[in-house]
């Protein structure tokens, strides 16, 4: 079992930056993959990016490749997702999500979820 809660929302003017992190409770958080989604209002869930369990690959979507980083310290139980030159069409609440084996961009592959959090970037 894993618990997940994201930190780190808010509001920020496109150009800007913002660093979000998911904390994981559960002494195997080290054994699963996580992945970022987000999801804009009247839109699906979209993948953003993911991280192996050993933090050595990380996929991104195209959308958000060269501008989003996504890391993860495992002896803290964390995942962040650092996201530069923020554009308004990056505006969505983030969720974080963990699952065992490979990361996919299909979102209900995934076991666990965080409550999400709201990005909003102003133009």
């Known amino acids: 079992q894993v618990q997940l809660v994201e930190s780190g929302g808010g509001l920020v003017q496109a150009g800007g930056s913002l660093r979000l992190s998911c904390a994981a409770s559960?002494?195997?958080?080290?054994?699963?993959?996580m992945g970022w989604f987000r999801q804009a209002p009247g839109k699906e869930r979209e993948f953003v990016g993911g991280?192996?369990?050993?933090?050595?690959?990380?996929p991104y979507a195209d959308s958000v490749k060269g501008r989003f980083t996504i890391s993860r310290d495992n002896a803290k139980n964390t995942v962040s997702l650092q996201m530069t030159s923020l554009k308004p069409e990056d505006t969505a609440v983030y969720y974080c999500?963990?699952?065992?084996?490979?990361?996919?961009?299909?979102?209900?592959?995934?076991?666990?979820w965080g409550q999400g959090a709201q990005v909003t970037v102003s133009s």
């Open positions: 999500a963990a699952k065992i084996g490979s990361i996919t961009n299909i979102y209900h592959s995934y076991d666990y």
């Open positions: 991280i192996t369990w050993s933090g050595t690959t990380t």
């Open positions: 559960g002494r195997t958080f080290s054994s699963y993959a």
